[in-house]
C-alpha cells in the first residue's frame, strides 16, 4: 500500500533534548495516528488526532493534526532513554490506513 | 481497553509445514483487521486486509493461496502460511479496528516465524 513521507529516518540525541519528526501526504486523511515500536514487539498506538488542526498531548509527546489534512508532527521533550524506538505516523481514509517509514530513535544518556 | 493478541508469539518449524497465527481483539468486536508482515528495520508491510464474514483482500505481489486468512468472528482471525518456506521467516503483526471514524487501528504483539 502506499506509504507516507515521514523524517527523518533516524535520530541520535542527548537524553533530556527535545525530539521533533513529522509526517507529509499527498492526500488527505481523516485521522492522523502515531505509534511507538520497541524491538521484537508490536506498534503502540501513541497519539490519535481527528480533526484537522487539533493539537494533543500525552505526557510529554505532543501531535498536531496539519491544517490541510496532508500532514502531522510528533514532539517529544525532555527526551529519556526509554523514548528508544521506531516511531510510526499513518494517515486513515475511512478504514485504508497509510503508514509512514519510521523514524528510528536513540537516546545518548 | 483495545487490546489485541496474538499467538503464537515465536514459531520455529520446519520446511514445508503450515504455521497458523491467531489475532484476537480482547475487549472490542473489530470488523476489520490487518495483517503486515515486518523485516529487520524496515516499515509495515500490508499483506492484506479482512473484514468478518467475507474474503480478505490482498496486497499486490501477496499470494492468497500461500497466506491463507480467515475472519471469521468479530474478534478472531487467523492467518495460516502454507507450505513454510525459509524465505517466510519474519515477523507477522496483526492489528484491529472497530467500525466507525473515530475507531482506530490497535496492533498485537506479533509473531516471530522462523522457518528452518
Known amino acids: 500500500g502506499q506509504q507516507l513521507n515521514q523524517s527523518p529516518q533516524s535520530m541520535f540525541i542527548q537524553e533530556g533534548e527535545d525530539v521533533s519528526m513529522n509526517c507529509t501526504s499527498s492526500?488527505?486523511?481523516?485521522?492522523w495516528l502515531w505509534y511507538k515500536q520497541e524491538p521484537g514487539e508490536g506498534p503502540v498506538l501513541l497519539i490519535a488526532?481527528?480533526?484537522?488542526?487539533e493539537l494533543t498531548s500525552n505526557g510529554r509527546l505532543t501531535a498536531q493534526f496539519g491544517i490541510t489534512r496532508k500532514d502531522s508532527f510528533l514532539n517529544i521533550s525532555a527526551s529519556i532513554p526509554s523514548d528508544v524506538g521506531i516511531y510510526f505516523c499513518?494517515?486513515?481514509?475511512?478504514?485504508?490506513?497509510?503508514f509512514g517509514t519510521g523514524t528510528s530513535l536513540t537516546v545518548i544518556p | 481497553g483495545a487490546v489485541v493478541s496474538q499467538h503464537p508469539s515465536r514459531v520455529i518449524c520446519k520446511s514445508g509445514t503450515s504455521v497458523k497465527i491467531e489475532c484476537r481483539s480482547l475487549?472490542?468486536?473489530?470488523?476489520?483487521m490487518f495483517w503486515y508482515r515486518q523485516f529487520p528495520k524496515q516499515s509495515l508491510m500490508l499483506m492484506a486486509t479482512?473484514?468478518?464474514?467475507?474474503?480478505?483482500?490482498?496486497e499486490q505481489g501477496v499470494e492468497k493461496d500461500k497466506f491463507l486468512i480467515n475472519h471469521a468472528s468479530l474478534t478472531l482471525s487467523t492467518l495460516t502460511v502454507t507450505s513454510a518456506h525459509p524465505e517466510d521467516s519474519s515477523f507477522y503483526i496483526c492489528?484491529?479496528?472497530?467500525?466507525?471514524?473515530?475507531?482506530?487501528?490497535?496492533f498485537g504483539p506479533g509473531t516471530r516465524l522462523l522457518v528452518l
Open positions: 492489528s484491529a479496528a472497530g467500525s466507525g471514524l473515530q475507531e482506530t487501528q490497535y
Open positions: 492526500s488527505i486523511f481523516n485521522t
Open positions: 488526532l481527528y480533526k484537522a488542526g
Open positions: 499513518a494517515g486513515q481514509l475511512w478504514n485504508q490506513f497509510y
Open positions: 475487549d472490542f468486536q473489530a470488523t476489520t
Open positions: 479482512s473484514n468478518e464474514g467475507s474474503k480478505a483482500t490482498y
